[in-house]
């Protein structure tokens, strides 16, 4: 086969197309959310979280399997949420931020994972941010003490 001028351009031109999505799937992490399959607010956060590029896996879970699976998992039980996810070795626990999660995978702290306990009104996938109360988002770290990892105030 012989390489045309023309085919090698049409081989650059596609290589050039294709090369920015190359880069974005490297910064598109992969999360797995572990959620009631009843939950309309996990929804919304998975929802969230692929507008930002994640690439979301969920699995149905609920009850006392749930439970169990935070726990076994280092969720300390005053931080649990509805849902969690599991993202490049973090557990997520709640209604955090996609910010927050990026800042957690490009700081790579010592921990478990980030939680924002309950469900905070105005968290992603609670309603609308205009209209949220105040909440934080902690860092568990590895011996089941938490510490406040960012805050955003009431709106």
């Known amino acids: 086969m012989i390489l045309t001028r023309r085919a090698m351009m049409a081989s650059a031109a596609c290589f050039a197309a294709t090369a920015p999505t190359a880069g974005l799937a490297q910064r598109s992490p992969a999360i797995h959310v572990l959620k009631d399959p009843n939950c309309g607010c996990c929804t919304a956060w998975i929802e969230l979280l692929k507008e930002d590029g994640f690439k979301v896996t969920t699995e149905r879970s609920f009850g006392t399997l749930l439970i169990r699976h935070k726990l076994e998992n280092g969720i300390p039980q005053s931080m649990t949420s509805c849902h969690t996810g599991e993202v490049e070795g973090y557990m997520i626990e ?19 994972g980030l939680a924002v ?18 909440y934080d988002v902690f ?13 955003y105030a009431a709106a």
């Open 94 to 112: 709640g209604h955090v931020p996609t910010t927050d999660i990026r800042r957690l995978l490009s700081e790579r702290p010592v921990a478990i």
């Open 117 to 134: 306990p309950g469900m905070p009104y105005g968290s992603p996938g609670m309603g609308p941010e205009d209209e949220r109360e105040a």
């Open 139 to 151: 860092l568990i770290h590895k011996d089941g003490t938490t510490g406040i990892f960012s805050s």
